[in-house]
């Protein structure tokens, strides 16, 4: 079983659209939990860090389920500008951290 | 967030040429600086971790001895591609780790390598 698990997509949303985007994760012992997005050929931006229950900015809030072992991306309200690729990252033991494959997400004017 | 700079954005190479890489924090120290390569839509893949003043964490199959790292001071992380093959064109990306900040990483904007 892999470390990190997304769903690859492609999601294709309307714009104003609501989108969820799942990780599942492991290692129940892991702590920090972020979301990346990256655009074609750059590099990965750091959107949000979860540390606790859940993280909420503008427009995006992420959701952690220590439970079930999975965090939750949400995005209200789709802009165009919010297509890219994002990624799932888990931070395991030590320095080791676990990248998703990443969810490609297409907004549609 | 913290600002990672890269450099070069971009090399063309010759066949059996090394090329350096240099990965900075601007404004803060980097405790961990890490190494990733990405070929076209694929993952990020982790090559090596690096802490300062130490010697640096080769991922599984990645050879040390072509991909030389060097992390001599807080700010500053180099890849060095040893002998480039055109099979070594990619892009490679650093992120650093440290400062004020607890587990983020933040990335480098990265380097398109060609090898002709």
């Known amino acids: 079983r892999k470390e990190v698990e997304q769903d690859p997509g492609p999601f294709n949303v309307p714009e104003g659209a609501t989108v969820a985007f799942n990780c599942t994760y492991s290692?129940?012992?892991?702590?920090?939990f972020f979301w990346y997005r990256q655009d074609c050929r750059k590099e990965p931006k750091l959107l949000m860090s979860?540390?606790?229950s859940g993280n909420e900015d503008g427009r995006f809030t992420a959701q952690l389920n220590r439970a079930s072992q999975y965090i939750s991306l949400l995005i209200r309200d789709s802009k165009l500008s919010d297509s890219a690729t994002y990624l799932c990252v888990v931070k395991g033991t030590g320095n080791q951290f676990y990248f998703g494959t990443g969810t490609s997400l297409t907004v549609i004017p | 967030g913290a600002v990672v700079s890269q450099h070069p954005s971009w090399v063309i190479c010759k066949s059996g040429t090394s090329v350096k890489i240099e990965c900075r924090s601007l404004d803060f120290q980097a405790t961990t600086m890490f190494w990733y390569r990405q070929f076209p839509k694929q993952s990020l893949m982790l090559m090596a971790t690096s802490n300062e003043g130490s010697k640096a964490t080769y991922e599984q199959g990645v050879e040390k001895d072509k991909f030389l790292i060097n992390h001599a001071s807080l700010t500053l992380s180099t890849l060095t591609v040893t002998s480039a093959h055109p099979e070594d064109s990619s892009f490679y990306i650093c992120?650093?780790?440290?400062?004020?900040?607890?587990?983020?990483?933040?990335f480098g904007p990265g380097t398109r390598l060609t090898v002709l």
């Open positions: 979860v540390y606790s």
């Open positions: 992120s650093a780790r440290g400062g004020g900040w607890r587990d983020e990483q933040f």
């Open positions: 290692n129940s012992a892991s702590q920090s």
